[in-house]
């Protein structure tokens, strides 16, 4: 069975920083394409930031210059960090990865909250 667990989430002062983690835990899976969405009460899901397997990269324009994602494959592990934090970044965020076991799914963690609020 995978899962992928987030961590990382938390309280940030406008302008500080943090980085988010996930890591896909199970055994004899491929995965391709991982991704960070977020979501806040009322409104739909948005994707942040995507990576490849090959380190292709594309994120939310809001994002841009602010987010950077990267992975290390030999953890199975997506990490989003997150520079120049401001309010509107309050959200709960989600890991998203293609992963082939049997055949290719979506799966997604549990969610992470991240504030930023002084």
């Known amino acids: 069975q995978v899962q992928l667990v987030e961590s990382g989430g938390g309280l940030v002062q406008p302008g500080g920083s943090l980085r988010l983690s996930c890591a896909a835990s199970?055994?004899?899976?491929?995965?391709?394409?991982m991704r960070w969405y977020r979501q806040t009460p009322g409104k739909q899901r948005e994707l942040v930031a995507a990576?490849?397997?090959?380190?292709?990269?594309n994120y939310a324009d809001s994002v841009k210059g602010r987010f950077t994602i990267f992975r290390d494959n030999a953890k199975n592990t997506v990490y989003l960090q997150m520079n120049s934090l401001k309010p509107e970044d309050t959200a709960v965020y989600y890991c998203?990865?293609?992963?082939?076991?049997?055949?290719?799914?979506?799966?997604w963690g549990q969610g992470t909250q991240v504030t930023v609020s002084s």
């Open positions: 990576i490849t397997s090959g380190g292709s990269t």
């Open positions: 199970g055994s004899g899976f491929s995965i391709y394409t």
């Open positions: 998203n990865a293609d992963i082939l076991v049997l055949s290719w799914s979506s799966y």
